[in-house]
């Protein structure tokens, strides 16, 4: 049985990781909607392009708790045809979800998105080496200097699309 103290460690274990991906969670969200590809370039005609099936289901069992108690199990909204398999998929804004996105839903994005990030920002994205370091940093092994890496890679993407952009 756990003491107090050994409850609170533990707990600070299993949520300082958590902690920090959601600060690099915010990031990434903040970049993607600046760039705002999907919502205009998307190759897919239906609206809701890769937002398919259960992607938003993560490895992480404390980040999918956390989503549910946050924004439910299932979603129903009048004002969004769920007629996609994902329930966060609203046709007319996009996904749902404000916080805890999966890894994959965080770091995911197509070949034509990647091209456009190179193309029109010099910006080279890697979405296997994105969610590498999401799941590495669930895990709560990231080091401080690599955080600090990563959310300084975010930024400078986040300057540089500002910057061409003139915003
Ligand atoms: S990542 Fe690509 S396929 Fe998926 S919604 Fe965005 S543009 Fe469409
Ligand atoms: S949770 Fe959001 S990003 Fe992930 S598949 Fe669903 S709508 Fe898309």
Sequence with gaps: MLDGAELSQNDAVIYSGLEYYLRVEEKLREFFSLVNYCGGYCYYT????????????????????????????????????????????????????????????????????????????????????????????????LKKRELDYLLNKINSWIFQVKKVDNR
């Design 46 to 141: 239906d609206g809701v392009g890769c937002c398919t099936g259960e992607f938003y289901i993560d490895a992480n069992v404390e980040l999918n708790r956390q989503r549910k108690s946050l924004y439910g199990g299932k979603v129903k909204r009048s004002n969004c045809d769920d007629t996609k398999p994902c329930r966060f998929h609203c046709p007319s804004s996009g996904c749902s979800l404000v916080t805890h996105r999966s890894v994959v839903c965080n770091s995911f994005v197509c070949q034509s998105f990647r091209r456009y990030l190179m193309q029109q920002y010099q910006i080279s994205y890697d979405s296997g080496e994105m969610a590498q370091l999401l799941k590495i940093l669930l895990r709560n092994v």
